[in-house]
C-alpha cells in the first residue's frame, strides 16, 4: 500500500470486494441518515458512486472554510464533481453464512458521511458492516432531511420534499462548549438509533429506506453479530465515538481517530469504562487533550494510546488523497508521511484492536505491535518535543 502519490481514492486492500449503499429511514430531522459499505459478490460493475454526492455539499464545505461559497462551491465542484468512490453502488451483499461484525462511524465537525470513505472501504474490504453517519446536529457542512407534503385534501397522497440543513457556526458571545456538547449529545445518540435500525433490519423488520437506492435492505436480515459492535470516529467524531460507549452497552469498545476531547464534559470520563484506541496525528493533540486520554489508560489497560509520525489531522480523512502539493498546503491536508502509509498503520491498529475487543477469528493480531506504539511509524502516546513534520 506504501510508496504511491496520486489523486484518487485508494480501493481497500482485503479479501472482500466492497459495496455501499445509502439509507435514509423516517422523515424530517429526526431520520436515520447513513452510508452503508458492506462486503459484496464478485461482479462486473460499471457504476460507482460520486464521492461528493451533490453540489450543496460544496455549497457546504465553502462556507464551514469561511470561503466565497459563490466561486470555492462551483471550484470544489469542478475539482471533485465527478471523483468517484471505487466501490460498487449497491452491489450484491455476500452472504457467507456468517454474521459480520458492524461498526458505527461518526463523521469529523465540517464533514458529512462520504470524506471517509478510504478508511471505511477498508474496514468493509475486511469483513465489516460499517454504517457511516451524516449526523443531523447541523455539524456537517451540510446535510438533508425529506419532509412529506400532503396534495390536496387527501392525505394519504404526499410527496417528498428535500430540506438542507446548513453548518451551525459559534455566535459572537455564544459559548462554543454548550454548543458542541449538545451536539456531541446528539450525535451519539444518533449513532445508537443507526445501531438500533440494523438491529431492526438484522431481526427482519420491515424497514423502509425512503431513498428507494435499490439495495434491499432485507438481505442483511441475520448477517449482522450484534455480540461485535464497535464505534469509530475522527475528530469530533473521536468525541461522538467516547461518549456512544456511554449510551448503549451493545458497543464493546471505540476507535478515536485524532479525537477531538473539548466537548465531552469532564466528569462523563469516569463513565466510559470500556476500551479505546486513540490514534492520534503528530500535530493536533495537546497536553490538556492527551492528559484526558491518559485518564482512561489509566483506568483501564485496555485503553491505548498512539500517535502516527508524519501526520496532520487531515491526513485521516479521504482530502489526504485528493488535494494536490499546493492545495495541500493551503488546507494542511498531507504531513511528511505518505497517504497510502498513513492509511495502512490506521486500519492495521484499528484491526488488531478490534479483533482483540470483538473476539473476532482473524489474522489481524499480526499487527498487535502497532497498539503499544512499536513499528517504523508510530510511538506511544504523544510527542511534544519533536516532531518530524
Known amino acids: 500500500m506504501g510508496g504511491r502519490q496520486s489523486l484518487g481514492l485508494p480501493p481497500g486492500t482485503g479479501p472482500h470486494q466492497v459495496a455501499c449503499t445509502d439509507v435514509m429511514v423516517g422523515l424530517k430531522q429526526k431520520s436515520c441518515f447513513f452510508r452503508l459499505y458492506y462486503p459484496c459478490l464478485p461482479h462486473e460493475s460499471t457504476e460507482q458512486p460520486l464521492w461528493i454526492p451533490e453540489y450543496q455539499y460544496c455549497c457546504g464545505l465553502a462556507d464551514f472554510l469561511n470561503l466565497n461559497s459563490r466561486w470555492w462551491a462551483a471550484l470544489f465542484n469542478m475539482t471533485y464533481g465527478s471523483c468517484t468512490v471505487p466501490v460498487s453502488w449497491n452491489g450484491p451483499f455476500q452472504t457467507t453464512g456468517s454474521k459480520l461484525p458492524l461498526i458505527i462511524f461518526s463523521h469529523g465537525l465540517g464533514a458529512f458521511r462520504t470524506l471517509y470513505s478510504s478508511v471505511c472501504m477498508e474496514m468493509a474490504s475486511q469483513g465489516f458492516l460499517v ?4 449526523h443531523r446536529d447541523r455539524s456537517a457542512s451540510a446535510t ?10 387527501d392525505s394519504s397522497k404526499a410527496v417528498l420534499e428535500k430540506e438542507w440543513i446548513a453548518f451551525q457556526k459559534v455566535q459572537e458571545g455564544q459559548k462554543e462548549f454548550h454548543l458542541r456538547n449538545s451536539q456531541v449529545h446528539q450525535r451519539a445518540n444518533e449513532c445508537v438509533r443507526v445501531l438500533n435500525l440494523m438491529r431492526d433490519i438484522n431481526s427482519g423488520k420491515t424497514v423502509t429506506n425512503i431513498l428507494y437506492s435499490g439495495f434491499e435492505l432485507s438481505v442483511l436480515k441475520d448477517s449482522v453479530d450484534l455480540d461485535k459492535v464497535a464505534v469509530m470516529g475522527h475528530s469530533f467524531g ?40 486513540f490514534i492520534n496525528t503528530e500535530k493536533f493533540q495537546t497536553l490538556a487533550t492527551v492528559t484526558k486520554m491518559k485518564q482512561l489508560s489509566s483506568r483501564n489497560s485496555q485503553t491505548k494510546i498512539i500517535t502516527i509520525l508524519g501526520s496532520v489531522h487531515q491526513s485521516q480523512t479521504d482530502f489526504t488523497f485528493l488535494v494536490g502539493a499546493l492545495l495541500s498546503k493551503v488546507f494542511e491536508t498531507r504531513g511528511t508521511i505518505d497517504p497510502y502509509v498513513g492509511l495502512e498503520v490506521t486500519s492495521q491498529a484499528s484491526l488488531a484492536f478490534l479483533q482483540k475487543h470483538l473476539d473476532l477469528k482473524e489474522e489481524f493480531h499480526q499487527w498487535n505491535d502497532l497498539l503499544e506504539g512499536i513499528g517504523n511509524y508510530v510511538i506511544p502516546e504523544t510527542p511534544f518535543l519533536q516532531s518530524s513534520l
Request: glycine share 4%; hydrophobic share 50%.
Open 131 to 134: 454504517a457511516a453517519v451524516e
Open 238 to 277: 473521536g468525541a461522538t465515538a467516547l461518549l456512544t460507549l456511554i449510551k448503549d452497552d451493545l458497543f464493546k469498545c471505540a476507535v478515536a481517530l485524532d479525537a477531538w476531547m473539548f466537548p465531552v464534559r469532564n466528569d462523563l470520563y469516569c463513565k466510559i469504562r470500556k476500551p479505546v484506541l
Open 144 to 153: 438533508y432531511f425529506y419532509k412529506a407534503e400532503s396534495l390536496g385534501n
